[in-house]
Structure formats: C-alpha cells, structure tokens
C-alpha cells in the first residue's frame, strides 16, 4: 500500500533486541502481521502462528509478531521478558518487535497503516484485541484482515497465505 508517506516497507520499526530497522528487511515476502501479548487467553495461539512460520518460511514467509499491552494490560514484561517467554513456551523463532501501541494517538505508524484495511465483514478501524492479523502479499500490499477470534491456522488465512507465496 503506498500513498504520499511511502509504502509500508518504509515505515521504521524496533525489534525486540532493540536494533532500528524497517519492514523493507522483509520486503519481497508474505508477511502475518499480529499484536501479541504474553497473559492474554488467545496466547495460546502462539503455538500457531511458529507453526505457520515453520511450515511457510521456505517459501518465502514470515510471521511479525508486535506486543502491545493496550489491552487489559496483558504484555506487562518487557521486551526481555517477553522474548525469553516466548522462546520457553512456544519456540518463537519469528521475528519479534518492541512493544507499541496499536490503537489511538500513540498508534504506531505501521498500525495506524493497518488499520485503514478492512475485514471481511468490512469493518475497518480500530484493533479489537490481542492477536489481530493481517496478510501482506510479496509487494507489501495488504491483503487481509483477520480480528482476534480467527486462529492462525484458519483455512481463510491458510488459504491467503498460499496464494500470494510462490509455488
């Protein structure tokens, strides 16, 4: 998606060791862009979304997962901790960031870019809870949304990952 502030790949993020960046380090790939939180009851869908990284990485796939504790306060930890949580209890080999916003004037940019996209019941706006998800194609077009209830390996998502990786 690119408009007068760039294209998504231009957006500067931080991840979880602390080092600046931006998306385009995974420009060229299909992405699953997901708020996480460590003491949130869909935490479980951790365990997923490795899943999905470890099945779909050699096609050229990548889940981003981006903690936030706007909700109920359930990412307290910090980026340590969050990333030693992870690592204990799900394996998280995917990229993880620092902590953002994902709603309101402290919305993180690449947020505030997100949640333009609306679902497929069309409701565009804010981020309802942990673990909402959105599909970027290879050219950095986003391509789906999916609210927080919708697990990972959902055969909507599954489905929309494959048809924008290559055979």
């Not at 402290?106 to 804010?126: C, F, I, K, M, N």
Request: hydrophobic content about 40%; some cysteine; proline content about 5%.
């Amino acid at each position: 998606m690119s408009d007068s502030n760039g294209t998504l790949y231009d957006i500067p993020v931080t991840t979880i060791d602390g080092r600046e960046t931006t998306l385009a380090e995974w420009a060229g790939h299909v992405l699953l862009i997901v708020n996480v939180a460590s003491e949130c009851g869909l935490t479980e869908q951790y365990r997923a979304l490795q899943e999905l990284q470890e099945e779909f990485a050699m096609r050229g796939f990548f889940v981003l997962g981006f903690p936030c504790n706007q909700f109920g306060g359930q990412e307290p930890g910090t980026e340590e901790q969050i990333a030693d949580f992870c690592d204990a209890n799900y394996g998280v080999t995917f990229p993880l960031f620092a902590k953002i916003d994902v709603n309101g004037e402290s919305a993180h940019p690449l947020y505030r870019r997100l949640t333009q996209v609306a679902d497929a019941d069309g409701e565009a706006g804010d981020v309802a809870w942990n673990f909402e998800k959105f599909v970027i194609d290879d050219s950095g077009e986003i391509v789906g949304r999916f609210r927080p209830r919708t697990e990972p390996d959902d055969d909507a998502i599954i489905d929309l990952i494959e048809e924008h990786l290559p055979v």
